[in-house]
């Protein structure tokens, strides 16, 4: 309570400070840079196969490689932030990422590349969930989802930043610069060990376990909430998700992130190559289409917020997720270039939309004693299925077809079905304190 940051984020009547555009804004620096680099990645995938001498089922392997590299990261991070703290786990990660974007760029060999890209998928996996998990916890409840949302846009610009990097630097000086201009993004570690306070959830939290067990070790009696509180909060993280008051909400937040993930997955990793084999589109062409899909994302992302945080979470979800969903399968299904473009932005702004309600859905869902572990365990399952086995299935798909677009036409199937359970099973956590949802 001596730090006036802290104070500004733990004070009731839900008053906004600089302190609270701080955290926002290093939550959404890391959002982008996340968005950069995953962008980065699929748009060099060509050249960087052509240089490596790689086929098509070699570079699946290794980016699978790298994404269960990446999956360790994304439980380990926000683990260690239930145990330590959110804010010195950020900015350690961060640091990490940022040192190891050069070592990519100056990869020599396609085993080193795979190396170098795994440890950056470890850092920047865990980034974006703690990250989160601060933002949720430190703003007022009436604006947690259009503030999550916003920060998730950010993503956007981060792939619409790499379509520019690609285009422009790619051309001249070849893809390993794309992969050193984000390094820079080290000063952002300085930026939320200085002006971000700790969590007062989390604070609260670890003050009501030093009191419980300072209770007990003086032979002191608890009362009926300490005691049942205590006896889950003592449990093993992982052995909490699955008791019988967090089983449903554990089983509902895995659904939503492993069918974003495998959504995002075929379109994250095969997009540039769908379009380059089915359509013709050269570097800079898809590149372009990267920069303004991108841009129109935000739209989508921040607009979910609002609708959200106004009309609820299973609303939201429902019309980003119908929208999405229309709108890729009628470009699947057009050859026409100005329809491809056309289609292809009206899509995003459903697609890339849903993940604002996901962010924020699977950060509210799990309790304080548990955000770290829950949000770890949703998004690590997650990515080991949408991008570890799903792309098996996507490369298969190709194969027997010859084409990506039956792989394509399998995303509005898991969008509607998403949709689906969030409006007939999931509960609705608006405008709720996060001790009001659990405790």
């Not at 400070?17 to 950069?36: C, R, Y």
């Not at 085993?111 to 949720?136: D, H, K, P, Q, T």
């Not at 199937?413 to 409006?423: E, N, R, S, Y």
Request: glycine share 12%; proline share 4%; net charge positive.
């Amino acid at each position: 309570m001596r730090s006036a940051a802290y104070r500004n984020v733990a004070a009731e009547g839900g008053r906004l400070t600089g302190t609270h555009w701080h955290i926002a804004w290093a939550n959404g620096l890391g959002w982008g840079f996340d968005g950069m680099d995953g962008a980065i990645f699929a748009l060099v995938a060509p050249l960087v196969m052509q240089e490596f001498a790689v086929g098509l089922p070699e570079y699946r392997s290794g980016v699978q490689i790298a994404m269960l590299v990446g999956i360790v990261g994304l439980y380990l991070w926000p683990w260690l932030a239930d145990r330590y703290g959110r804010r010195t786990l950020l900015a350690i990660n961060i640091a990490m990422f940022s040192l190891m974007m050069p070592l990519v760029a100056l990869a020599p060999t396609w085993g080193f590349f795979v190396a170098a890209y795994a440890m950056c998928r470890f850092a920047l996996n865990g980034e974006w969930a703690i990250g989160s998990m601060l933002v949720a916890e430190t703003w007022p409840a009436r604006l947690r989802g259009r503030i999550v949302c916003a920060d998730r846009a950010a993503w956007g610009v981060g792939a619409a930043l790499a379509g520019t990097i690609t285009a422009v630097v790619v051309g001249a000086w070849g893809w390993r610069a794309a992969f050193v201009l984000p390094a820079a993004v080290a000063l952002l570690a300085i930026y939320v060990r200085l002006l971000c306070p700790e969590s007062p959830y989390w604070v609260r939290t670890m003050d009501r376990k030093r009191r419980i067990r300072a209770q007990l070790a003086g032979g002191g009696r608890l009362n009926a909430d300490d005691t049942a509180w205590i006896g889950k909060a003592e449990k093993v993280g992982i052995r909490q998700l699955f008791l019988p008051d967090m089983l449903r909400n554990t089983s509902l937040a895995t659904f939503v992130a492993t069918t974003n993930l495998i959504a995002f997955s075929t379109v994250g990793l095969w997009m540039p190559l769908f379009l380059k084999e089915a359509h013709g589109w050269s570097t800079a062409e898809y590149s372009s289409f990267y920069i303004a899909w991108g841009l129109i994302g935000v739209v989508g992302i921040a607009g979910a917020g609002w609708i959200i945080d106004v009309f609820g979470r299973r609303l939201g979800f429902l019309l980003m997720l119908l929208e999405g969903a229309l709108f890729i399968t009628l470009w699947i299904y057009t050859d026409s270039r100005p329809l491809l473009w056309t289609y292809g932005l009206l899509w995003s702004i459903g697609f890339l939309g849903v993940w604002g309600p996901a962010t924020t859905y699977t950060t509210e869902i799990y309790p304080t004693r548990i955000r770290g572990v829950g949000n770890g365990f949703s998004w690590a399952v997650a990515f080991f299925i949408g991008y570890v086995l799903w792309p098996f299935v996507a490369v298969w798909l190709r194969e027997s077809t010859g084409s990506f677009a039956a792989a394509f036409l399998m995303i509005p199937v898991f969008m509607l079905l998403q949709g689906a359970v969030i409006w007939f099973c999931s509960p609705e956590n608006a405008g709720k304190e996060l001790d009001g949802i659990h405790v």
